[in-house]
């Protein structure tokens, strides 16, 4: 999951230099407690990088 952490960092990074209104636009991803939630709703298990991002 380092590779997935390094990839949105380098994103990140890129959107708040070239693109600052997509940056701002960017919202905080879901909580666990959230995705664990969607994962007993829907009787599956939602793989660990997709958690990841």
Same mark, same amino acid.
């Given at each position: 999951?380092?590779?997935?952490?390094? *990839?949105?960092?380098?994103? +990140?990074?890129? @959107?708040?230099?070239? *693109?600052?209104?997509?940056?701002?636009?960017?919202? *905080?991803?879901?909580?666990?407690?959230?995705? +664990?939630?969607?994962?007993?709703?829907?009787? @599956?298990?939602?793989?660990?990088?997709?958690?990841? @991002?």
């Amino acid at each position: 999951m380092r590779q997935i952490d390094d *990839a949105w960092r380098r994103i +990140t990074s890129w @959107l708040q230099h070239h *693109a600052p209104d997509s940056y701002a636009a960017l919202r *905080a991803g879901a909580s666990s407690s959230a995705i +664990t939630a969607v994962d007993h709703a829907l009787h @599956l298990q939602i793989p660990a990088d997709l958690r990841a @991002l």
